[in-house]
């Protein structure tokens, strides 16, 4: 099974001013799709993996192993540009189950976006920073380091921001809260529910 780069879901020039044209170019054309072409070429003569989905190959391929690497940032950067939207519709959260959940959770939006900054802040190097549903269905923020992902662990993601210094060099320079501030007021929304009623 030969693994593709999936359009993105809008325009490259979409989600300016929060990444500019340049930069999502870069992202996607150059390292989204570097990870696809990788994950074809590791799989090459492996017959162990070569029909396994993403999430298997993810939770089956040796931690840290060409295989897991590139499937994992192949499937996360899949899941970033869909966690981002031009048009981010904070009154759909509002209506929705997860909302409350939200705020029983964390004490409100504002709180849970505020931990999921000082997480992102605290991740050291590269990395993703991830809400998720965990087995007892409860909420949870947290980060993983370089291509590690939260599926192994049988975690259910909701929403993911990359924190690789790729993600966020060309329009903020070293600013990596300012890039988080960004992330926030495009969060599909939509998209983060339909994650958290679907698992
Ligand atoms: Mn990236």
């Known amino acids: ?33 570097t990870y ?4 074809n070429k590791a799989l090459e003569g492996e017959q162990k993996y070569k029909d ?13 192993g060409g295989i897991f690497n590139a499937a994992s940032q ?7 540009w869909q966690s981002v939207s031009p048009n981010s519709e904070y009154h759909v959260l509002e209506k ?9 959770t964390f004490g409100s939006c504002e709180k849970m976006l505020d931990k ?7 991740q050291f190097g590269s990395g993703w920073v991830w ?24 975690k259910q993601p909701l929403l ?5 210094e790729h993600a966020y060099y060309i329009d903020y320079q070293n600013d990596r809260a300012g890039y988080l501030d960004a992330f926030f007021d495009h969060i599909d929304w939509q998209f983060v529910e339909n994650n958290y009623n679907a698992s």
Not at 36 to 39: A, G, P, R, T
């Open 52 to 64: 396994l989905s993403l999430e298997e190959l993810i939770s089956q391929a040796p931690l840290n």
């Open 96 to 104: 929705s189950a997860l909302y409350k959940q939200i705020n029983d």
């Open 1 to 33: 099974m030969k693994h593709t780069l999936p359009k993105l879901p809008y325009l490259k020039t979409a989600l300016q001013p929060f990444l500019s044209e340049e930069a999502v170019t870069v992202h996607y054309e150059k390292h989204h799709r």
């Open 131 to 154: 809400l998720f549903k965990n087995k007892t269905n409860a909420l949870d923020i947290c980060s993983t380091s370089n291509a590690e992902s939260i599926i192994r662990d049988n």
């Open 74 to 80: 192949t499937w996360n950067h899949t899941f970033f």
């Open 116 to 122: 999921f900054k000082e997480t992102a802040l605290s």
């Open 160 to 164: 993911i921001c990359d924190v690789w």
């Open 36 to 39: 696809v072409d990788k994950l």
